[in-house]
């Protein structure tokens, strides 16, 4: 997502950034957002269902983008290396714009009920992915475990990507977790 | 927990697992658990908060048990044997009742918000576990990695030794999936 967008969802997304930003979200109203965008309460929510989906459309994108990533890969590749690079695929979408990914996530990291959203937005995108791990004809078990796992290492790496001081891009932050895992477990 | 139990909270507790598996969770009340158990309903609520916390009351002993055994691993252990043992610890507490634990299960799957309340118990054990690995001196990233991997191992095991057909007892369900995922890591 670019950091100015003209169009009026865009002025909308960063309208309730802000103002969830300045105010906390529970503080923040939908018409208050419309306000801020200066479009109408109507045009909100012709965009959006809610203020929370605000944050959280874009997770339905995500999540196909990974699920297509993890079907197309070569057939013969680990099934861990097959949710590596469709977690990878994952990170480029919100590499495209680390502030708005930073500024969402401090929205989320400071109000419980989002934070659980979230946690079910990754187990949605866990089982997704341990569904397209089995498509490839994963057993059941590795499926779960590679899809988990997937899940583990985009979470944590995301976490270091949108810190004060990150340790490289989204992408490099993934290939080094999932570098680190393997040292973790080989060395066991 | 035993199958049997003639106290009131062991009443309390069996009473609500049939009544929720009769009737569906959220049609149940504290004052019908109550009834069933041959209590007041003022004698429910001295034994739990409220009927949700019937389900869930076990988890802090249970992420305490993890805890105290990640802190008692030997120095030398690998961060990712540690969470194993300590997995393995938790097990041992629920294998003390299947059954209990097989009906407790269903009544989750059963309810969305149940399963919220789930995830959110996995993400605290979670977080405990990296805390207590950090305390031995574990790294971020790897106290985390390790961390989420036993979480994942635990679930995955659970749901494995629950089903109608368990290849094991949970600790066996655990090891094997250990296993498996240091194979998946290794070979990749």
């Known amino acids: 997502m670019g950091r100015w ?27 208050e957002i419309a306000e801020r965008a200066g479009v109408t309460e109507r045009t909100f ?9 605000v944050l959280f459309m874009g997770a339905k994108h995500l999540q196909d983008r990974v699920v297509a990533a993890i079907t197309a890969a070569p057939a013969s590749m680990p099934p861990i290396d097959v ?30 009920s989002l934070r659980e959203r979230e946690l079910l ?12 791990l089995r498509a490839r004809g994963v057993a059941e078990l590795p ?8 899940v583990t290492i985009f979470k944590l790496s995301f ?5 004060d001081e990150p340790s490289g891009t989204f992408t490099e932050c993934i290939r080094d977790a999932l570098a680190q895992l393997k040292g973790m477990t080989a060395g066991a």
């Open 5 to 31: 967008k003209p169009d009026a969802r865009g002025r909308l997304t960063l309208g309730a950034l802000e103002l969830f930003a300045e105010r906390g979200y529970e503080q923040t109203t939908a018409a």
């Open 143 to 150: 499926a779960g475990l590679a899809a988990e796992t997937g």
């Open 83 to 112: 949710v590596g690079v469709a977690m990878e695929s994952a990170a480029e979408l919100l590499e495209e714009d680390r502030d708005y990914a930073r500024q969402r996530w401090a929205v989320i990291a400071a109000t419980p």
């Open 159 to 163: 976490e270091r990507w949108v810190s």
């Open 121 to 132: 937005k990754m187990a949605s995108l866990s089982a997704a992915c341990a569904e397209a």
């Open 45 to 53: 929510f012709r965009h959006f269902p809610d203020k929370r989906e």
